[in-house]
């Protein structure tokens, strides 16, 4: 099946920008429905954003829309999280998943990446 590796997390301070990239390989990247998920210290996980397989589909948490934009490039069998006017309460492990169907369920994600962790200052 698809391997998913999540890069471009780090410091940043509030109001800043950072853009989360996820790698698949060993699979039809273009079959996959993609997500992004988080989870704080001391938090339960939960759903940021996802996209559908030819990318015309997306949702987003109420917490970030307006803010995050979620992206995908089959040519580069690459998913992208462009984080902006980050907070404080975005510091999370950040996690890619894989999926067949567009949900905010993680349940319906049977493949994920280890994380990237973005960190916030105020």
């Known amino acids: 099946q698809v391997q998913l590796v999540e890069s471009g997390g780090g410091l940043v301070q509030a109001g800043g920008s950072l853009r989360l990239s996820c790698a698949a390989s060993?699979?039809?990247?273009?079959?996959?429905?993609l997500g992004w998920f988080r989870q704080a210290p001391g938090k339960e996980r939960e759903f940021v954003a996802v996209?559908?397989?030819?990318?015309?589909?997306?949702n987003y948490a109420d917490s970030v829309k307006g803010r995050f934009t979620i992206s995908r490039d089959d040519a580069k069998s690459t998913v992208y999280l462009q984080m902006n006017t980050l907070k404080p309460e975005d510091t999370a492990v950040y996690y890619c998943?894989?999926?067949?169907?567009?949900?905010?369920?993680?349940?319906?994600?049977?493949?994920w990446g280890q994380g990237t962790q973005v960190t916030v200052s105020s």
């Open positions: 998943a894989a999926g067949v169907i567009l949900t905010t369920n993680f349940g319906r994600y049977h493949v």
């Open positions: 060993g699979g039809t990247f273009s079959r996959y429905v």
């Open positions: 996209i559908s397989w030819s990318g015309d589909g997306t």
